[in-house]
């Protein structure tokens, strides 16, 4: 077959393909139709040659074919398998970590601390354990061990000195201005602290921080929120009966008819429940400059006082004293302020007799009692009177005295 | 084709559904592209499933292919035929006798010729590995030329001539007072 004959018959197949009828494609090179026609007929009837496959057939095949790809997929691992059906989340980290990482680092990484390069595979096994436990109770087991081996892991780091960031989570067991305990753990509290929420011991806290030279230093600090009771009514009334039920000699040693005039303190109860956006707590030293119901000077510089407040060895104009305060916003709300200085120890006692006694307003005394609790007054009146001798010494026994006797409560 | 790499990538996760679905679509083309070259049906159809059990078999191996499903069963199509060949080279062929007038050719096919596919099938032995290869995947598989050039791995060209070559070759076996 010559080239040209091939030329006619590719155009001629084409035609056929586009539907056009034999008769017509060779009405197209009539001097060729002779030879084209055989051709084409050949063409035209291949594919009516095509076998068709039966439904039988097709689906014996089907059968067949599904039942081989179960049966590999089978071998190739029911666990996997199972693990489908689990969310992909679950399913993903897995493979990544057994197909990236390998098996035996997955064990490596049990001991890894924060800052450590397989450390982010360990929190991926943890949390994956924690996905694949169906068990209610039993996630929650596993959850506290996770949580207590964050612990762990930090002392770890304090332990070896290490830097790193960290978090976990505790019931907090005391506030101190520059540091808090958290689930056993201190935690130092810096001028950058963040806190949220109302801080109180017993509540439950996450603590976002830093370890360094074997110190954790929060960065913020979330204080969970508890059932706090309303701020109470509460259960003392008593002073309110007695306007002058502290017959305390030693009311003539304080000098502080200044700070007495505090009927304008309504706004006090605001500060206890929740009045904070961001509070943090900030502690400083400094010299009575002014003090008057609402504010102190202290050096320089302004705190706020309230009902909450919390006045410790009778401080007054020209003493020294340690402040700690709450900075709100830029507005410092005092917590504390105690005479640090010598003298003010015999006062510790009569410090909040001498409120009591001075002030016009029974009402603000008996809340001033309650936020320091009750029961925490009572026993540190007796106590202190008890103990005096060996405390009067310095304004700091008398500040132990009280911190045990708070916590006592707490 | 975005679809056919959606479908082979659950293919390589066992997909049962993908699976399905993929013998669904590609079970008929593959047999008539392997009925055409072997011209008998029960071979066909063995050999057809065997297409799909080494599919199996690649996606197991991890040796599936990529994105091209359909040119991808072709070469397995055609190997599985060429081993067959080997297999029975000696053995005596299956006479047939499935004539297009006792089946499923509609009266409306310009077919004059007795053209039976008894007949075929020993034209077609006639014809070299690539002319059979164009003639069952355009005839059988149904492929344009275009596709048959990228699976073949020829220019269109290439395929006009060989499918031309083809049926010229075919038809000076089956009417031989036509050719010259």
């Known amino acids: ?410 | 084709m975005q679809d056919e790499i959606e479908l082979l990538a659950r293919a390589r996760r066992l997909d049962q559904e993908a699976l399905a679905e993929i013998h669904e679509t590609y079970y008929a083309p593959i047999f008539r592209y392997v009925a055409f070259r072997v011209g008998d049906r029960e071979t066909a159809e063995d050999l057809t499933s065997e297409v799909f059990t080494r599919l199996l078999s690649a996606l197991r191996d991890k040796a599936a292919p990529q994105n091209t499903l359909r040119g991808w069963l072709y070469g397995v199509a055609s190997r599985v035929v060429s081993d067959h060949h080997r297999k029975h080279y000696r053995a005596p062929q299956v006479e047939l006798d499935e004539s297009i007038a006792s089946h499923e050719a509609g009266p409306s096919e310009v077919v004059e010729a007795v053209l039976t596919r008894e007949d075929l099938k020993r034209a077609m032995t006639e014809l070299t590995e690539d002319q059979k290869n164009v003639i069952a995947l355009r005839f059988g598989y149904d492929m344009p030329i275009q596709e048959v050039a990228r699976t073949l791995g020829k220019t269109e060209g290439a395929v006009k001539q060989l499918q031309v070559r083809a049926i010229a070759a075919l038809a000076r076996r089956l009417s031989p007072r036509m050719a010259d």
Request: contains cysteine.
């Open chain 1, 1 to 410: 077959m010559d080239a040209q004959l091939e030329w006619k018959l590719i155009e001629c197949l084409a035609a056929l393909e586009n539907g056009e009828s034999l008769e017509q494609i060779l009405l197209r090179y009539p001097e060729e139709a002779a030879r084209l026609q055989p051709m084409l007929a050949v063409a035209a009837s291949l594919p009516a040659l095509r076998m068709e496959p039966s439904q039988e057939a097709r689906l014996k095949s089907r059968k067949a074919f599904l039942a081989q790809a179960a049966a590999l997929e089978a071998r190739r691992g029911p666990a996997r398998s199972r693990l489908f059906a689990r969310p992909l989340v679950t399913f993903a980290s897995i493979a990544l970590a057994f197909i990236l990482i390998g098996g035996g680092t997955l064990a490596a990484s049990a001991s890894a601390l924060p800052g450590d390069p397989l450390y982010g595979v360990k929190r991926i096994v943890e949390n994956v354990r924690l996905s694949i436990t169906p068990d209610d109770a039993a996630r929650a087991t596993l959850s506290a061990q996770f949580a207590q081996e964050r612990i762990d892991e930090i002392d770890a780091l304090l332990a070896a000195g290490r830097e790193a960031e960290v978090e976990f989570g505790g019931i907090i067991q005391s506030i101190q201005a520059s540091a808090w305990l958290v689930a056993n753990v201190p935690v130092d509290i810096d001028d950058n602290t963040r806190i949220e929420g109302s801080p109180q011991v017993g509540l439950r806290a996450q603590v976002h921080g830093r370890t360094q030279d074997g110190m954790l230093t929060a960065i913020s600090i979330v204080v969970e929120p508890g059932e706090e009771p309303a701020p109470a009514p509460s259960p003392t009334p008593e002073p309110q009966a007695t306007p002058r039920p502290t017959p305390t000699p030693r009311a003539t040693e304080t000098p502080e008819p200044t700070r007495t005039p505090t009927p304008t303190r309504t706004f006090a109860p605001t500060l206890t429940p929740t009045a904070s956006p961001t509070p943090s707590e900030v502690e400083f030293e400094g010299t009575v400059e002014r003090a008057d119901a609402q504010s102190w000077t202290i050096s320089g510089v302004t705190v706020e006082v309230n009902a909450a407040t919390e006045f410790r060895n009778s401080p007054g104009v020209g003493h020294r004293v340690k402040v700690k305060a709450l900075n709100i916003g830029g507005q410092l709300i005092a917590v504390s302020i105690e005479r640090i200085d010598a003298g003010g120890g015999e006062d510790g006692n009569t410090n909040g007799n001498d409120n009591q006694n001075d002030n016009g307003n029974t009402n603000d005394n008996g809340n001033e009692n309650e936020d320091g609790n009750g029961n925490g007054n009572g026993n540190e009146n007796s106590g202190g009177d008890g103990n005096e001798t060996g405390n009067d010494s310095g304004g700091h026994g008398g500040d132990e005295n009280n911190n045990e006797n708070g916590n006592g409560n707490g």
